[in-house]
């Protein structure tokens, strides 16, 4: 499929918003579209975030909630969580013994994270990666993280296009797929979305007509298109720090939403990546590099491990050395006491980076 109505085939949430208002849309570069989630002017946008983190943090994550939302309703439920603490419907904190530790965990809903852009005053910076930003520092790690790719009349058939794809056995990366077109009495589409994999799999893809789920008949078939993919899991903590991480977290974001699947033409080549990827596909991606979000627990290479332990491990054992008084040493004993090693651990290539660091060897990591 080419595109004929922008030469740059990625989203652009402001061109869209622009032809849905016939003109009239804000001159704001922070724009909302629809109730829920928020948008940047690339059209790429976090739709869900939920990470936990160390019960040591609760009175700073309860902070930086109240902060944002206000005060809390103490009476709230979260599954799997004792206690919960809900500073609006969309913002939630829970306390309690899950996963074998004392845990506490941080959920905001897509209208949350609308409302923290609402609250922005300042364009030039990210308000939902910065919150997550704050919560990585605090210790946190992302269970669920959802990016959201807007198309506006750029790719009017995508969800056709995907269904079709999958229906022909040219899905890659997930192996099942739900399409779904609810009718109303006179036989009119009045919604389509095109499930791929499951949530088991820690990446769970939904593309649908979001002009048709917002605004009904009002919206042309195609007008809004949405690419929504849930992380979850390992891959959600691998995702938010990448997020974290990188330069321009929309690059990431995008690069990883459009790498959650893959469609080519199954000539039964076992090599995936020598099947030719059909053009529909080839369109949506235009310049982005997809990325395949693996389910890994810390970067392999060392300069990216020290990288993930300042950032996330040492704000807290600095500030216990600092408020205190305990020697480093005394703390790494904690940190390592009851871990254990496996053939695998040593095959890590940051084992022998490290090594050949501090012996002198060829190796010299940042």
Known sequence: MTND????PRPTAMQGSERLA???ASSADWTQLGNTGSKFTNGVCLDWLSMTGPACSFSAAYDLLQGQFGEPDPTARMKFYGKCWAFNRNAT????HHGGAETIRVELTGTALAQLYEQSENVFEDPAINFLGALVGLGFVGTRIDIALDFFGTHPRLCENVRDAAANGCLVGLKSSDPREPRDGEGNVTGRTVYLGSRQ???YVRCYDKGLKENGSASKPGEWVRWEVQFEKDCAAQLGRELYDADDWTEAATSAALGAVDFRTDTGDKNVSRRPRLGFWQAVLGDTTPRRITCQNQPSDLAGFLSWCRKT???TILAVMDKGGIEPDVLFMD???GAETTPATFKRPAVQQWIDRHEGGPTNAA
Do not use: Q, W, Y
């Open 5 to 8: 109505t922008n030469p740059d």
């Open 22 to 24: 016939a003109g009239t």
């Open 93 to 96: 904190l829970g306390s309690g």
């Open 201 to 203: 799999t820690g990446r």
């Open 313 to 315: 491990v040492a704000p």
């Open 335 to 337: 940190i390592i006491r």
